[in-house]
T-cell receptor, first 116, second 114 residues
Framework: GNSVTQMEGPVTLSEEAFLTINCTYT??????LFWYVQYPGEGLQLLLK?????DKGSNKGFEATYRKETTSFHLEKGSVQVSDSAVYFC???????????????FGQGTILTVHP | DAEITQSPRHKITETGRQVTLACHQT?????MFWYRQDLGHGLRLIHY???????NKGEVSDGYSVSRSNTEDLPLTLESAASSQTSVYFC?????????????FGPGTRLTVL
């Protein structure tokens, strides 16, 4: 079945530091890949996505590249801010059709705390 | 603006009671989903629906049920609440017209079963 593995957290950084959160996946076919972010006390919201190999998703200074050869979709940001403190979820959506259609499989989430 | 709402936001109940969590979306989306969020597990799919009168089981459906009588609502019912169902529950919806549709999440319901 489909699965997503994220790096262990929590991650604590100082403001303006470089961020990487690793994400690898296992899936049949050619899934679409997502990063969702959950700010304290809120629901999840889409941060970025990529639908095919070598696509780069980007938003709010965050980037992730769909690497089919390494089955990875690592999240990066060059300079984090205190306001980036949140929980980040990597997820995949299988495009294989059938019972997998339209459903997200999530990683366990990574808590990011950024200090001033 | 279109939105997705959940109620109640917090609920405390006792073991064995029936509980219903409401989810309402105003996007006119075909697809609706219920997830539970537990530390170390991320979000896990409970039930989902691709349209009116359609419901399907997710990976952790035991002890839960849903019904879809209109496009806007997908209530989640815990038939006989158990302490293992203490969790944060999120409802989501998507348009369903594309394979990589964005899912839009509600604010969540924190349920405690004593």
């Amino acid at each position: 079945g489909n699965s997503v593995t994220q790096m262990e957290g929590p991650v604590t950084l100082s403001e303006e530091a470089f961020l990487t959160i690793n994400c690898t996946y296992t899936a049949t076919g050619y899934p679409s890949l997502f990063w969702y972010v959950q700010y304290p006390g809120e629901g999840l919201q889409l941060l970025l996505k990529a639908t095919k190999a070598d696509d780069k998703g980007s938003n709010k200074g965050f980037e992730a590249t769909y690497r089919k050869e390494t089955t990875s979709f690592h999240l990066e940001k060059g300079s984090v801010q205190v306001s980036d403190s949140a929980v980040y979820f990597c997820a995949l959506m299988s495009n294989a059709g059938g019972t997998s259609y339209g459903k997200l499989t999530f990683g366990q989430g990574t808590i990011l705390t950024v200090h001033p | 603006d279109a939105e997705i709402t959940q109620s109640p936001r917090h609920k405390i109940t006792e073991t064995g009671r029936q509980v219903t969590l409401a989810c309402h979306q105003t996007w006119n989306h075909n697809n609706m989903f219920w997830y539970r969020q537990d530390l170390g597990h991320g979000l896990r799919l409970i039930h989902y629906s691709y349209g009116v009168q359609d419901t399907n089981k997710g990976e952790v459906s035991d002890g839960y049920s849903v019904s879809r009588s209109n496009t806007e609502d997908l209530p989640l019912t815990l038939e006989s609440a158990a302490s293992s169902q203490t969790s944060v529950y999120f409802c989501a919806s998507s348009d369903g017209s594309l394979a990589a549709d964005t899912q839009y999440f509600g604010p969540g319901t924190r349920l405690t079963v004593l």
